[in-house]
């Protein structure tokens, strides 16, 4: 059985209603934070910024978009500039922000977006932000494209500072950091149960066997699948119905390739240097002065873009950058699935070894 | 110090509703700091006076009259810079949707049978201002938007390169944190049509309708799949392929 005393019971269903344990822990956390969160908006959850309590609601399904944009923004000034007056400041917009609903494949996304803007050149912009930020996590059921039970990030132990488990009647709380047990302890919660804990256990058993998606190979194995996939016809294929419409870069948790670009005001003077997204499935990402494009066909860029996650930064960082959140093929209109995609080619290595 | 000539900027238009001039106008925070650096000379909306010797020329509208090719060919030879301003102007817009029947049905429909025996309301396939003269930059959309316009201006008056957009409108609607339209069981043009618009249309509720044209390379037969898939009929696709873009898929 799990250590009982991880955990500790805030009552409450999964809205934040009135004198819900849930909307304890989101007023104590709008007084000294920006709050975001899980909010259904269109019949579907987003993440959004949260006013008042009554509005989180945590929902066990993922969101098209993930939650980059709180500490990757789609558009953010870098610097501003006059110069006429010979002035340059850079800017860092950052403020203490909390971020509610986050699940495990999304805090395990931050773990390896916070190892890519500290290397090399550390992103000040970035690692402001993230030092300002307090993640609680949520727990999930798998949907039809979820797979992170094939990259091993199924599960949290840490990269989060309160994670909420939802059991039937409330929450059984885990904290991960000083800060997220300070607020814990705030909230003077008794320990959980042993009939409490066990509920727990029998949900994650439920949803370890409720995953439809999956990899046919194991994490550490992938990075030699793509290497030698090259020559496979199935980029091609899926590069022949690709609109290179970059969904799959902008809803991927860990995608964080960015342009930058300078805006003049109309004085002419003065200016912002901004960073807005960017996308290797873009027509336009890869091209350079001159004309010269490093890969100008759709094929060539899906390959590239499959490769960053499963290949060319493993290599980099040790592990894959694929979460398996399942949001690219979401949100694919031409249903390009990133886990058919890369069973396909595991089933072509397995056909080429000896 | 002699005092530099400031570039003349003319604003012309043709076959439109004239919207696009409006957005211009509408820049009231930018304009004080604009006019310091540019002369107007020509700008139907907004002033009376008329020149034929200006630098810079921006053209709204599409080209349905005779006497329309003549008068873009003038502003060609008159000016070192055109920019297509606006829908109209850029991929030929609305317009073009009567491009679809004979001129002749077209005239009878609009301005009733007597119209066909009057010189008065001669009419030719719309065209797109390209099809006619060269042009150097565009501002696409219907309306510009008011952040290309000042990007275009302040890089034309610093002599660098604009800032193009060649993404499609799902890049800016991800960044706008939309939820998907076809996600909301509706249907949209906008992973083949050209952004730079912060998907304004969806951000508000409705759906990419296309009016900023197709993006360089689009894959349009893909789209086409995907709208069939959604419950579109070919015909339906077609229809919604054309609305900004009968110039553009067919040449006319």
């Known amino acids: 059985m799990k250590n009982i005393e991880f955990f500790r019971y805030l009552p409450g269903a999964a809205k934040a209603k009135s004198a819900s344990g849930l909307k304890k822990l989101v007023n104590t956390l709008l007084k000294e934070h920006r709050v975001y969160g899980t909010v259904k908006r269109d019949g579907f959850p987003v993440y959004a910024e949260i006013a008042d309590a009554s509005e989180l609601e945590l929902f066990s399904t993922p969101t098209h978009l993930s939650a980059k944009q709180f500490l990757f923004p789609p558009r953010e000034t870098l610097l501003r500039y006059d110069i006429r007056r010979h002035l340059h400041e850079a800017v860092i917009e950052s403020e203490r922000q909390a971020i509610i609903g986050l699940h495990p494949c999304d805090i395990h996304a931050i773990a390896l977006m916070d190892e890519v803007w500290a290397y090399g050149r550390p992103d000040a912009n970035y690692l402001s932000r993230r030092e300002k930020t307090l993640i609680v996590g949520a727990d999930c059921m798998p949907d039809e494209y979820c797979f992170c039970k094939s990259l091993g990030t199924m599960n949290v132990n840490d990269g989060f500072d309160i994670f909420l488990h939802k059991i039937k009647k409330g929450f059984l709380v885990r904290t991960a950091s000083d800060k997220g047990e300070e607020i814990i302890a705030g909230l003077k919660l008794r320990e959980a149960k042993p009939y409490e804990v066990k509920e727990l256990e029998e949900r994650e058993r439920l949803r370890e066997a409720s995953f439809k998606a999956r990899l046919d190979a194991l994490p550490k194995d992938l990075p030699e699948v793509f290497a030698s996939s090259n020559e496979s016809t199935v980029w091609e294929r899926i590069g022949s119905i690709c609109t290179g419409c970059g969904s799959c870069n902008t809803v991927c948790p860990t995608c964080y390739c960015f342009d930058i670009k300078d805006e003049v005001k109309a004085s002419l003077s003065e200016g912002e240097r901004v960073r807005v997204w960017d996308g290797c499935t873009l027509e336009d990402f890869a091209k350079v002065a001159g004309g010269h494009d490093f890969r100008k066909t759709r094929a060539e860029r899906l390959r590239h873009r499959f490769n960053r996650k499963f290949r060319y930064l493993t290599d980099r960082f040790g592990m894959p950058f694929c979460v398996g959140c399942g949001r690219c093929s979401r949100a694919c209109l031409v249903k390009i699935n990133i886990t058919e995609v890369t069973n396909e080619l595991i089933r072509e290595s397995n056909k080429r070894r000896p | ?252």
């Open chain 2, 1 to 252: 110090m002699e005092k530099k000539e400031l570039p003349r900027l003319a604003f012309f238009s043709f076959t439109c509703c004239e919207g696009c001039q409006l957005v211009v106008l509408s820049c009231e925070d930018e304009l004080p700091d604009i006019l310091s650096l540019v002369k107007i000379v020509n700008f139907r909306e907004a002033m009376d006076q008329k020149s034929d010797v200006y630098d810079i020329a921006f053209v709204e509208g599409s080209i349905t009259k005779a006497e329309e090719v003549r008068k873009l060919k003038k502003i060609r030879k008159n000016a070192r810079v055109v920019v297509a301003l606006g829908a109209c102007s850029s991929t030929g817009g609305l317009n073009c949707l009567k491009n679809r029947w004979p001129m002749e049905e077209v005239k009878k429909e609009v301005y009733g049978k007597d119209a066909l025996r009057s010189e008065l309301f001669a009419t030719l396939p719309t065209r797109a201002i390209d099809e006619i003269i060269q042009v150097d930059y565009y501002l696409h959309g219907c309306p510009i938007s008011k952040k290309e316009f000042l990007n275009l201006t302040t890089s034309l008056l610093l002599g660098k390169r604009p800032d193009t957009t060649n993404h499609p409108v799902c890049v800016d609607c991800k960044m706008a944190g939309n939820t998907c339209v076809f996600e909301k069981d509706m249907t949209c043009v906008g992973p083949i049509t050209r952004a730079g618009c912060d998907a304004i249309c969806v951000t508000y509720g409705a759906i990419c309708w296309g009016c900023r044209g197709l993006v360089d390379n689009p894959n349009t037969d893909a789209h086409a799949e995907t709208l069939k898939r959604h419950g579109l009929t070919a015909d339906a696709v077609m229809r919604k392929f054309s609305l900004y873009g009968t110039c553009k898929t067919r040449k006319c």
